[in-house]
């Protein structure tokens, strides 16, 4: 592969100041982001995902649960809990995946997800759910808002009936391949996350983060993150490559003030990600 790589290495190349905001401004100017997740025994993706939406920016925050786990976040009651069965789709955000879990309302969420003409993100096991489902995938390719999928090596290996060694092996070959495959944007994690426009040829590499990030949620904040860029009318390949550096860049921070690689729990990446947003 031959194509141009960019190396994301600071936020003045990635539009930070895309976020500016005006003094007269109120929370409709900032989007609502809903994320669709956080089902019976895995409440804490969802509410991850939630609160890394409520720290990035967005103006209001739904976590729509396919199975109320949780009425209220107490550390963050900004956060409004919903209940799928009765949560009505108009113009948020939508992040669906994190906990969301495969039966049969994960399907039907995931379907009317993709139906959504605004900006959706795609994680976790709403990625899982569109490996088994064609039908699905094949309605993906039909959106015309911005989509983006936020694939791990595993993710990304079952959405394209490869091994994980083969996605790894070629990982620029694999993103680009999901790209044109789901007419979607994508971010294949891991270290040096790829990130990938449907459109063209190019990918890029994120720069910032280390393996204190290799720890259950951090993927979720990514998502959340992702949705609440989008929401504050950010493009969407602006959007991903700025969530993966700020959010690599929190764990680097965290790494450099002692408070990891070991013990660096996703958590603590908000509060840090929300400071380099703001930094101008
Ligand atoms: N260096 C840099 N970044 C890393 C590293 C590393 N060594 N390890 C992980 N990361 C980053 C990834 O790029 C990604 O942004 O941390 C994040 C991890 O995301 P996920 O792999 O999705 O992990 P997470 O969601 O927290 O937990 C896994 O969620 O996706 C489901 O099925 C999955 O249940 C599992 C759980
Ligand atoms: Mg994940």
Same mark, same amino acid.
């Given at each position: 592969? #031959?194509?141009?790589v960019a190396c994301l290495t600071d936020?003045?190349q990635i539009?930070?100041?895309?976020?500016?905001?005006?003094?007269?401004?109120?929370?409709?100017?900032?989007?609502?982001?809903? @994320? %669709?997740?956080? /089902?019976?025994?895995?409440?804490?993706?969802?509410?991850? +995902?939630?609160?890394?939406?409520?720290?990035?920016? +967005?103006?209001?925050?739904?976590?729509?649960?396919?199975?109320?786990?949780?009425?209220?976040?107490?550390?963050?009651?900004?956060?409004?809990?919903?209940?799928? $069965? *009765?949560?009505?789709?108009? *113009?948020?955000?939508?992040? %669906?995946?994190?906990?969301?879990?495969?039966?049969?309302?994960?399907?039907?969420? =995931?379907?009317?997800? @993709?139906?959504?003409?605004?900006?959706?993100? %795609?994680?976790?096991?709403?990625?899982?759910?569109?490996?088994?489902?064609?039908?699905?995938? +094949?309605?993906?390719? /039909?959106?015309?808002?911005? /989509?983006?999928?936020?694939?791990?090596? =595993?993710? $990304?290996?079952? &959405?394209?009936?490869?091994?994980?060694? *083969?996605?790894?092996? !070629?990982?620029?070959?694999?993103?680009?391949?999901? +790209? *044109?495959?789901?007419?979607?944007?994508? @971010?294949?994690?891991?270290?040096g #996350?790829? =990130?990938?426009?449907?459109?063209?040829?190019?990918?890029r590499i994120n720069s910032s983060?280390?393996?204190?990030?290799?720890?259950?949620?951090?993927?979720?904040? &990514?998502?959340?993150?992702?949705?609440?860029? &989008?929401?504050?009318?950010?493009?969407?390949?602006?959007?991903?490559?700025?969530?993966?550096w700020?959010?690599?860049? $929190?764990?680097?921070?965290?790494?450099?003030?002692?408070?990891?690689? %070991?013990?660096?729990?996703? #958590?603590?990446? =908000?509060?840090?990600?929300?400071?380099?947003? !703001?930094?101008?």
């Amino acid at each position: 592969h #031959s194509e141009y790589v960019a190396c994301l290495t600071d936020p003045s190349q990635i539009g930070c100041h895309a976020l500016s905001r005006k003094a007269n401004t109120h929370k409709g100017s900032f989007g609502d982001v809903a @994320i %669709i997740g956080g /089902t019976r025994g895995m409440a804490g993706a969802g509410v991850l +995902a939630a609160r890394a939406a409520l720290f990035g920016g +967005a103006g209001r925050i739904f976590l729509v649960q396919p199975d109320v786990e949780l009425k209220l976040d107490m550390l963050h009651p900004e956060i409004m809990c919903r209940d799928a $069965a *009765q949560f009505e789709f108009n *113009q948020q955000v939508v992040v %669906i995946g994190p906990g969301l879990g495969q039966d049969q309302l994960a399907i039907d969420l =995931l379907r009317a997800a @993709i139906q959504h003409p605004y900006p959706v993100v %795609i994680d976790a096991d709403a990625l899982n759910l569109l490996a088994t489902k064609p039908g699905l995938a +094949a309605q993906l390719k /039909t959106r015309t808002a911005a /989509t983006l999928l936020t694939p791990h090596p =595993l993710e $990304a290996a079952r &959405l394209l009936a490869f091994s994980t060694e *083969q996605v790894q092996q !070629n990982r620029a070959m694999a993103a680009k391949e999901l +790209a *044109q495959r789901f007419g979607s944007h994508i @971010i294949l994690k891991g270290a040096g #996350s790829l =990130l990938c426009d449907p459109q063209d040829r190019h990918y890029r590499i994120n720069s910032s983060g280390n393996p204190g990030l290799a720890s259950g949620g951090t993927g979720d904040v &990514l998502a959340g993150l992702c949705g609440a860029l &989008l929401a504050q009318g950010m493009e969407v390949g602006e959007a991903a490559a700025l969530a993966c550096w700020a959010h690599g860049a $929190a764990a680097d921070a965290l790494v450099a003030a002692g408070s990891g690689p %070991i013990g660096l729990h996703a #958590s603590e990446l =908000l509060p840090v990600i929300r400071s380099l947003l !703001n930094r101008r």
